[in-house]
Structures are given as C-alpha cells and as structure tokens.
C-alpha cells in the first residue's frame, strides 16, 4: 500500500504560479507511476498530468501542456506539479495518484489517491 499526501495550494491571481508537491509513503516511490488529477465543482475528474518510474517520459492533457510540468524526486519520495500561467479555469481541487493499470487518462485506473488539495485562481 502507497500513501500519498498533496501540499501546495492556495489562492493565485490569474498569470501566477503554484507548485503543487505530493508526498508518498508505504511502498517503493521510485517502482510506481504518477499523477496528477483536478476535480472543479460540478465536472468529473480529469487528467492533468503522468510521470513515469524514473521521471524521463511526461504526459499531458492538451488544457495544460506547456504550461504545467510534472517531475519528480524519487530520494525524497514527492512528485511535483508546476504550475504557471494560470487561469480561472484551472480552479479546482487536485489529487496526486499512484500506480495506475490501463489507460493512464482515466481516473478509475488509478488505484491510490490523496485527499486532494485546494487551487483557485483568481480573475
């Protein structure tokens, strides 16, 4: 069993920058995929963002590609969410996920979450 925790959210105008961190606990780091989801009042969960075991493959959702970018430290047992250029749609609450099976761009194949952490981006 993983345990993960997310940190990092607040409160951002439009145009600033959050890094988002999740903590992971439980099993080997560096033997699970990760990755972020953000859940916004009244929408289904959506993919953010994936990193591989060892950090050198990234994946996208096309809402925040080149904007985001995901990494991780697998010494310290904490994948990353970089957030820049913000905007009101980017209001939500994310949740980092562990080890998924199958397509990693839904939400029901990932087996372990956090609890999520608060994002809301100002106009």
């Known amino acids: 069993q993983v345990q993960l925790v997310e940190s990092g959210g607040g409160l951002v105008q439009a145009g600033g920058s959050l890094r988002l961190s999740c903590a992971a606990s439980?099993?080997?780091?560096?033997?699970?995929?990760m990755g972020w989801f953000r859940q916004a009042p009244g929408k289904e969960r959506e993919f953010v963002a994936a990193?591989?075991?060892?950090?050198?493959?990234?994946y996208y959702s096309d809402s925040v590609v080149d904007r985001f970018t995901i990494s991780r430290d697998n010494a310290e047992n904490t994948v990353y969410l970089q957030m820049n250029s913000l905007k009101p749609e980017d209001t939500a609450v994310y949740y980092c996920?562990?080890?998924?099976?199958?397509?990693?761009?839904?939400?029901?194949?990932?087996?372990?979450w956090g609890q999520g952490t608060q994002v809301t981006v100002s106009s």
């Open positions: 439980g099993r080997t780091f560096s033997s699970l995929a």
């Open positions: 990193i591989s075991t060892g950090g050198g493959s990234t």
């Open positions: 996920a562990a080890d998924p099976e199958g397509d990693y761009r839904k939400s029901v194949d990932w087996g372990t």
